[in-house]
């Protein structure tokens, strides 16, 4: 248990046997997950780090799971994560350097903590959530309708009569719209995507993005760098680089994609526990 502003925390830290040189990984949660992650996947993770040697600290943020206070937006966890990392510093005495990971929106929120703490020296970021109403609506045009065609299970929904052609015209054509013209809903908006990119582009460490084949959320991410130059000299630096799923979902939910992420974040690390 540990404290953020007067309300308690809970985490959950796996050791490592030896630790080394190793620095502390910190496990962000995003979305309505807890410390466990979808189908334990955070659990997997911190796991599998601990064991190759690395001390990893998977939390609650406020609001969420097992600790205290009210829920609170992504682009409000400053303080808890900087409360998270005092914790895994406070538990492993002489750790000086850690790494975040997140998943979704809490890949967002490590983006925009990321210059404000000197202890930060790497970021894994997966399937960072950078919504829109025009963003999503050209991500589904773009990369869900042209798929749904070719799977057997939507003509197999049309040949039992179970397909609704005339509301999915609809949906087409207003997704057409909002992706060129933009939402309402979207007015002012930009502004946590900005404070992404701004803390991004001042980071000096290492950062590694996951993203999967099969997810709107890291089709819009993807789709968001392909068009605006400002990312693309981001993620162009020498420190980023990026690893590619294309059979898996949001949450890695297969085994195999899983571990395979897994497999990337071990070996990625490798040169960081080394300086």
């Given at each position: 248990m540990f404290e953020c502003r007067g309300e308690r925390l809970l985490g959950i830290l796996h050791e490592p046997?030896?630790?080394?040189?190793?620095?502390?990984?910190?496990?962000?949660?995003?979305?309505?997950?807890?410390?466990?992650?979808?189908?334990?996947?955070?659990?997997?993770?911190?796991?599998?780090?601990?064991?190759?040697?690395?001390?990893?600290?998977?939390?609650d943020h406020r609001g969420i799971g097992d600790s205290d206070g009210a829920p609170r937006s992504f682009a409000e966890l400053d303080d808890d994560i900087r409360a998270a990392l005092d914790a895994l510093c406070s538990a492993r005495p002489g750790l000086e350097r850690c790494v975040i990971f997140g998943l979704c929106d809490a890949a967002s929120a490590a983006m925009m903590y990321c210059p404000t703490d000197p202890r930060l020296v790497a970021l894994i970021l997966a399937n960072p959530w950078v919504h829109s109403e025009a963003g999503v609506a050209r991500a589904y045009v773009k990369h869900y309708y042209g798929e749904r065609l070719l799977q057997a299970s939507f003509w197999r929904k049309v040949?039992?009569?179970?397909?609704?052609?005339?509301?999915?015209?609809?949906?087409?054509?207003?997704?057409?719209?909002?992706?060129?013209?933009?939402?309402?809903?979207?007015?002012?908006?930009?502004?946590?995507?900005?404070?992404?990119?701004?803390?991004?582009?001042?980071?000096?460490?290492?950062v590694l993005l996951l993203l999967s084949g099969r997810d709107l959320t890291a089709a819009e991410f993807t789709d968001l760098c392909q068009t605006d130059t400002r990312w693309q000299a981001v993620l162009a630096r020498p420190n980023v680089e990026q690893r590619n799923y294309p059979g898996s979902d949001h949450t890695f939910s297969d085994a195999e994609g899983l571990a395979s992420a897994i497999a990337d974040c071990k070996a990625w690390l490798g040169p960081v526990a080394c300086r």
């Open positions: 046997a030896d630790a080394g040189r190793a620095p502390g990984v910190l496990i962000v949660v995003g979305g309505p997950q807890y410390r466990a992650g979808s189908h334990r996947q955070f659990v997997v993770l911190a796991r599998a780090l601990a064991a190759a040697g690395y001390p990893v600290l998977r939390f040949a039992a009569g179970e397909f609704d052609a005339a509301g999915s015209v609809r949906d087409l054509l207003r997704k057409l719209w909002v992706s060129v013209t933009g939402s309402p809903s979207d007015s002012g908006g930009g502004a946590f995507q900005d404070r992404m990119l701004h803390a991004l582009a001042g980071f000096p460490g290492r």
